[in-house]
């Protein structure tokens, strides 16, 4: 939905509510035009439940809104005496409707001053546990997200089994776009293997192009920073869909709203206005080799050819810290190792038993049909890349039928436009042009592990409206077998050997429980 189309929503919204309430707010003592004024109604009706004003504001927030308006359906019930569990029931299912009833059929009064202490256990607990996921929404949605590493595509910087924090308000929060979904939850809900949010149950057999027609269009809260080359970034996957998250291809019919494609983390290793290549597997921007942080570690997939045949490869891959595992060994007395950091390999190539290691880099003009753009006019593979612009916001480039591979998937799906090829001429929104100003910025997202990382490589920019935040913290760290306590509670970004604040954390844990316990005793002994 447009924001024109929203708009208009809400005034039926308005409209409705005042219908149902107006002669509910004279007998509370208001005037009945207060039911139909957007946003002052809200006001107004929060003082008659004897609730707090910036109640108004939750009912605002998507995802956060679904669970509030039932709680005010039923606080405005109860206004009116109508207590009962029938009452709190009706007012539910009944999607707010009940208030139609006790406004033009019921004979209610109006309750002033209304306690709000629960009249049973049940009820206290209801009421705990509802504004905690609401309280526990709120900092998910708008500042501090948990988030897992799934894949060795960050190895030595994140590892496999970190859970972190990500800060949503560093780069700004995003507005959640898909209105109607379960709170806390990605794309689908635990257990159920179900989707968490509301979409066209018809979508998957016509394979046409779908849109949630409650979807809200793109807002995001301003920011204190931009990203940075080089920072670690958590983001939508930009070529995840309903039916593939690796559909690579340039035209694509089908979609997820951005908000439910997948979580990924990568590198930004190059950011909007940068020209970026790949040579041998390394990065260059404009011109120069990119140099990533000191706990940053590129891995490289290699052939290690031993001396004899008195090779353990499994000791080797955990003597040296290798990443990833090891091939089985061909006719050529060689073994392949898919993940080897530069600093390992210095080691490694020292062994007594090792005769060469090679590292696994393709030639350049050798073409890999998988990479972007996915055209056979780019003879490009994951080490020997570009060059290529990566988009600004604002920036005007010309566009030819060279180029356009390029840049075909950001016209048309992240920009909106449509786009047409007659003969030598390109018609975007139905008209001849040979230039094209970009609504965005874009970032090229890479894994640190060159060879077993599927990112932009793959399906090309990654849109500033597909970025989630910014990785701030390691709360816990799971080998799959037993804790990593050297990297609870370090953080993420930073220069040297990251540092735990697990104890320190442990100490003011403590510290403020212990306080609270002395201070609720000394409030008892007065």
Known sequence: MTWTQWFIFILIIQVIHGLGTWKLYIKAGRKAWEAFIPVYNGIVLMKI??????????????????IMFPVVWVETARSFRKNTYIDTVLAVVSLGFYNYYLNYA???????NRSLQPKSGSGEWTSSILFAIVAATIVHTYFMQPFTIPSSSLEKSLLVGDFLFVSKFHYGARVPMTTVGAPMVHDTIPGLNKKSYLFDDHFEKRKTSWKNKLQLPYLRFPGFEKIDRNEIVVFNQPADTLLDMNDFTPIRNYYKPIDKKTNLVKRCVGVAGDSLEVRDGYVYINGKKNELPDRAHLQFSYFVQPKTNQFNPAFIKDRYDITDGFGIMNAQNTYYFSAISDEAREKFKNHPNVASITPNIQEKGVRDANIFPQDPNYNWNVDQFGPLYIPEEGKTIAINLDVLPLYKRVITEYEGNTLQVKGNQILINGEVTDTYTFKQNYYWMMGDNRHNSIDARRWGFVPFNHVIGKPVFIWMSWDGKSPRWERFFTTVSGTGKATSFLIPFLVLLFGWIGFNKWRKRKAENK
């Open 49 to 66: 439940i004897n609730r707090p004003w910036w109640w108004v504001i939750l009912l605002f927030l998507p995802i956060v809104n679904l």
């Open 106 to 112: 019921a004979d209610v009064n109006y309750v002033e």
